[in-house]
């Protein structure tokens, strides 16, 4: 079968279907690039880092690294060490991130600095890093090796462009100003040019694993999912509790 293959900069929007992910991967390969990891430092020209951010499923990240895998692309998929939507705590959950790791995968620190400090008022490096090495450390014992890799949640400013010594920051000045940089976010390339018409030399591209499924559903419809499923696992914790008061 011969597929044709548009280039990155040819299109003009994306529909957040998995196939469609994985046509865009082959179209950067087509066009010569290859997948780096942030461990490799600032990228090679011709390399794109492939970071995901996984804010809404883990079920959906290791989906996505399986078609990377069958596509020869590596990635870096940025976990969250406290988040209502998933808990890294459930053996389930952490069978999920090894299967991430064994399909060759690197894993890193999604931090929200949201949970610690108001976005507005710039705790200062130190303690910027005091408290993401400590996460560090939690995730490392989670998951049997502790990651390099930190990307901020939802970054405010004072961690933009910013680097720190214990990690690497996917924010840091090589990763974000000094190369091209593009991301998914909102499924906002269902509407707009998502490369425009020049790709740059070196690229980071962050991709939300939990925006892209099989039939392409939209925003909306995913986060209301989510967020029944939270809402289930809060009942699932309290309706014991209550048919126990019940009984006495
Ligand atoms: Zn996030």
Redesign the pocket.
């Known amino acids: 079968m011969t597929e044709s293959i548009q280039s990155p900069a040819e299109l003009s929007s994306l529909d957040y279907r998995l196939e469609s992910y994985a046509g865009l991967l082959r179209s950067f390969r087509e066009a010569g690039y290859e997948f780096g990891s942030f461990e490799g430092g600032r990228p090679a020209p011709g390399e794109i880092l492939l970071r995901h ?1 996984v ?1 809404l499923s883990l079920d959906r990240a290791l989906a996505m690294a399986e078609r990377e895998r069958e596509l020869g692309v590596a990635s870096t998929y940025c976990v ?1 060490l406290s988040a209502p939507v998933y808990d890294l705590t459930r053996p389930r959950n952490l069978r999920l991130l090894g299967r991430i790791v064994d399909l060759g995968h690197d894993l890193a620190l ?1 931090f929200d600095t949201h949970r610690y400090w108001s976005p507005t008022a710039d705790p200062g490096r130190a303690v910027i890093e005091a408290k993401a090495t400590d996460e560090l450390d939690v995730l490392g014992r989670l998951v049997g090796e502790t990651p390099s890799t930190v990307s901020f ?2 970054p405010p400013e004072w961690t933009i462009d910013r680097s720190f010594e214990p990690f690497t920051s996917t924010y840091a000045p090589a990763f974000f100003s000094e190369i091209g940089y593009r991301s998914d976010s909102s499924q906002k390339w269902r509407s707009t040019d998502p490369f425009g018409d020049t790709l740059p030399e070196r690229l980071q591209l962050l991709v939300h694993p939990g925006l892209w499924h099989a039939d392409g559903r939209p925003m909306g419809e995913i986060v209301d999912e989510r967020r029944r499923r939270c809402y289930g696992r809060v009942d699932d914790f309290f309706d014991p509790l209550d048919a126990a008061a019940g009984e006495q």
Do not use: P, Q, R
């Open positions: 951010d804010d969250l999604h949640h939802i």
